[in-house]
């Protein structure tokens, strides 16, 4: 492993300090921790999300599907309808 050094701020310095206590490993392994997971999560790329796009284009059937988010979101508009909300436990 190749050694490095890293300013922080105090509150973070802290943190990582209890983390690394309440898991039962050095700071520095959370500090490896969250390098790797962020090199992970880089690598979840725009290709992947296209990639993912071309594997599932074409699996609603329902016909368009703009057209059926538009009728789905009529109902957010709508007031509740005062006689299921009471029987639900809502507000009387």
């Known amino acids: 492993m190749i050694r490095t050094v890293v300013s922080l ?7 990582l300090d209890r983390r690394a206590a309440q ?5 520095t392994e959370i ?9 992970e999560d880089c690598a979840s790329s725009p290709e992947a ?12 059937e329902r016909g368009d599907g703009l057209s059926y988010q538009a ?10 309808d005062n006689k299921a909300v009471k029987g639900r436990g809502g507000r009387r």
Do not use: N, S, Y
């Open 49 to 60: 999300f296209d990639a993912l796009l071309r594997e599932t284009a074409g699996l609603w």
């Open 71 to 80: 009728k789905l979101r009529t109902q957010w508009d709508r007031p509740a």
């Open 31 to 39: 500090v490896r921790r969250a390098v790797r997971r962020m090199r």
């Open 9 to 15: 701020e105090k509150e973070d310095k802290a943190w």
């Open 23 to 27: 898991e039962h490993v050095t700071m």
